[in-house]
């Protein structure tokens, strides 16, 4: 049997159809359409099977930072796995790559976390949290701490635990989750809300619902707060400017852990190393994935404060958990030339400062749309939303689908943006240049208004 032959895009297809469950999909309505193939990438561009070139304005799934087609990141892989194509971290081994990577991160990261444990996702990372977070407590002599707080809407990944700690209720109703000791409080949505608060107001109210909850369990029972810094699948919810420092201070004033979630924000997508020095908060744990290999292998880990890992260290003994694949060599090979590139190319400031703002204020312009009822971005992430009427805000009926059609006719218009309900989210690498920004809005703007088409009584 050849390792992949050479086939029509049909035959991919049908192979597809007969064999192949796909991650969040509905497969009786994907059979009826049949999977788009993707055969090959350079830059920011995907490519079908019928030759088709898409801008892929997602970077594949959050991740792809670096661009497409970086042979220095396959020239790494390819000479680990020639000297060490695997190794575990397990019974007191350790290997170069997985070495060098935890050095180099704590070079980018906040002074106080030093060390890290490596996973195989993002899902995998905030499971491992749940772990540390638990553990720490009971390793401080106050087991009852055992309730995270987490938001409404928030997605932290597909792993029993992650997906509870998650607050999409499509997902827990599915599953029967949360479970145990995971509870949700309200998501810094401004636009979701009534918008009888000013956004200052707003963000207060939002982050004082998380203190409510600290009440209502009992302070002595919380054991620790996780958010993403932007909320990206659940519509790249930009929190008010008030919101992430009074976190903070309910954080710092109960005593309880923050998790700062980065598994999308991580390795500059908002124009900084990690959404915490974004925002000015200082968490005891980052999970982060996506962006550390930009994409390239699959990798994740946990950054993990001097105040929790001093304690699992001192008193823990041996801390039941692990992957078999933390701190995979040939991955952490990817990483670290990765990271080279972010550095060398000074990815991160350029997105702070050039090809962010560019796109930035391009971007904001799509709310003078009639369709489009609010528009938001920081560094390369963003949003707007689709409304039947600018002035009321109101949205469409949700059997007409909006998100979804305008996404479909992206597609059509070669232009790769993702739905979530009726929010359309853009996060394009960060090697964009400015004629693909150009065109990326461009593309956007034609969609908008076939769009609009579609959706006409």
Same mark, same amino acid.
């Not at 491992?128 to 638990?134: E, L």
């Not at 932007?230 to 519509?235: E, F, R, T």
């Not at 528009?375 to 469409?396: N, Q």
């Given at each position: 049997?050849?390792?992949?032959?050479?086939?029509?895009?049909?035959?991919?297809?049908?192979?597809?159809?007969?064999?192949?469950?796909?991650?969040?999909?509905?497969?009786?309505?994907?059979?009826?359409?049949?999977?788009?193939?993707?055969?090959?990438?350079?830059?920011?561009?995907?490519?079908e099977?019928?030759g088709?070139?898409?801008?892929d304005?997602?970077?594949?799934?959050?991740?792809?930072?670096?661009?497409?087609?970086?042979?220095?990141?396959?020239d790494?892989?390819?000479?680990q796995?020639?000297?060490?194509?695997?190794?575990?971290?397990?019974?007191?081994?350790a290997?170069? %790559?997985?070495?060098e990577l935890?050095?180099?991160?704590?070079?980018?990261?906040?002074?106080?976390?030093?060390?890290?444990f490596?996973?195989?996702?993002?899902?995998?990372?905030?499971?491992?949290?749940?772990?540390?977070?638990?553990?720490?407590?009971?390793?401080m002599?106050?087991?009852?701490?055992?309730?995270?707080i987490?938001?409404?809407?928030?997605?932290?990944?597909?792993?029993?635990?992650?997906?509870?700690l998650?607050?999409?209720?499509?997902?827990?109703?599915q599953?029967?989750?949360?479970? %145990?000791?995971?509870?949700?409080?309200?998501?810094?949505?401004?636009?979701?809300?009534?918008?009888?608060?000013? =956004?200052?107001?707003?963000?207060?109210?939002?982050?004082?619902?998380?203190?409510?909850?600290?009440n209502?369990?009992?302070p002595?029972?919380?054991?620790?707060?996780?958010?993403?810094p932007?909320?990206?699948?659940?519509?790249v919810?930009?929190? =008010?400017?008030?919101?992430?420092?009074?976190?903070?201070?309910?954080?710092d &004033?109960?005593?309880?852990?923050?998790?700062?979630?980065?598994?999308?924000?991580?390795?500059?997508r908002?124009?900084?190393?990690?959404?915490?020095?974004?925002?000015?908060?200082?968490?005891?744990?980052?999970?982060?994935?996506?962006?550390?290999?930009?994409?390239?292998?699959?990798?994740?880990?946990?950054?993990?404060?001097?105040?929790?890992?001093?304690?699992?260290v001192?008193?823990?003994?041996?801390?039941?958990?692990?992957?078999?694949?933390?701190?995979?060599?040939?991955?952490?090979a990817?990483?670290l030339?990765?990271?080279e590139?972010?550095?060398? &190319?000074?990815?991160?400031?350029?997105?702070?400062?050039d090809?962010?703002?560019?796109?930035?204020a391009?971007?904001?312009?799509?709310?003078?749309?009639p369709?489009?009822?609010?528009?938001?971005?920081?560094?390369?992430?963003?949003?707007?939303?689709?409304?039947?009427?600018?002035?009321?805000?109101?949205?469409?009926?949700?059997?007409?689908?909006?998100?979804?059609?305008?996404?479909?006719?992206?597609?059509?218009?070669?232009i790769?943006?993702?739905?979530?309900?009726?929010?359309?989210?853009?996060?394009? %690498?960060?090697?964009?240049?400015h004629?693909?920004?150009?065109?990326?809005?461009?593309?956007?703007?034609?969609?908008? &208004?076939?769009?609009?088409?579609?959706?006409? =009584?």
């Open positions: 049997m050849a390792a992949m032959e050479k086939r029509s895009r049909e035959a991919w297809q049908e192979l597809d159809k007969g064999h192949h469950l796909h991650p969040f999909t509905d497969h009786k309505d994907l059979h009826a359409k049949r999977s788009r193939i993707i055969t090959r990438a350079e830059g920011v561009y995907i490519f099977a019928d088709q070139r898409i801008l304005g997602m970077s594949g799934l959050w991740c792809v930072n670096a661009g497409y087609g970086r042979q220095e990141i396959v790494a892989a390819t000479a796995m020639q000297e060490l194509p695997y190794y575990n971290n397990f019974f007191q081994c290997h170069p %790559p997985s070495i935890a050095a180099n991160l704590k070079e980018v990261s906040q002074p106080h976390l030093n060390r890290v490596f996973t195989g996702s993002g899902s995998e990372s905030n499971d491992t949290i749940v772990r540390m977070v638990r553990t720490y407590w009971d390793l002599g106050q087991p009852q701490r055992h309730t995270i987490s938001r409404d809407n928030a997605y932290h990944g597909s792993t029993v635990a992650a997906a509870s998650g607050g999409m209720k499509s997902m827990h109703k599953s029967g989750l949360p479970i %145990p000791g995971i509870v949700h409080v309200d998501q810094p949505y401004w636009f979701g809300s009534d918008r009888s608060l000013s =956004p200052a107001e707003f963000g207060l109210a939002a982050a004082r619902s998380i203190e409510a909850k600290i209502e369990v009992g002595d029972k919380v054991a620790a707060f996780i958010g993403e932007i909320q990206g699948a659940g519509g919810i930009i929190p =008010p400017d008030t919101y992430w420092p009074e976190v903070q201070r309910i954080c &004033e109960h005593g309880i852990l923050l998790i700062s979630d980065e598994v999308i924000t991580g390795f500059g908002l124009g900084e190393w990690f959404g915490a020095d974004y925002f000015g908060t200082r968490p005891d744990f980052m999970p982060f994935a996506k962006g550390v290999t930009s994409g390239y292998l699959p990798l994740g880990g946990v950054f993990v404060s001097d105040r929790v890992a001093d304690v699992l001192d008193k823990a003994g041996e801390f039941a958990h692990g992957y078999t694949y933390s701190g995979h060599p040939v991955a952490c990817v990483a030339a990765n990271l590139i972010l550095q060398r &190319e000074n990815l991160i400031e350029r997105v702070r400062d090809i962010g703002p560019y796109l930035q391009k971007w904001k312009a799509l709310a003078e749309h369709l489009v009822g609010e528009a938001r971005m920081v560094g390369l992430m963003g949003a707007f939303e689709i409304v039947r009427d600018k002035v009321t805000m109101e949205r469409f009926d949700k059997d007409q689908g909006a998100g979804t059609v305008f996404r479909d006719t992206a597609i059509a218009n070669g790769c943006l993702r739905a979530s309900g009726d929010t359309i989210i853009c996060a394009p %690498p960060f090697v964009l240049s004629a693909e920004a150009d065109e990326l809005i461009d593309k956007t703007l034609r969609t908008l &208004e076939q769009t609009r088409e579609a959706l006409a =009584p």
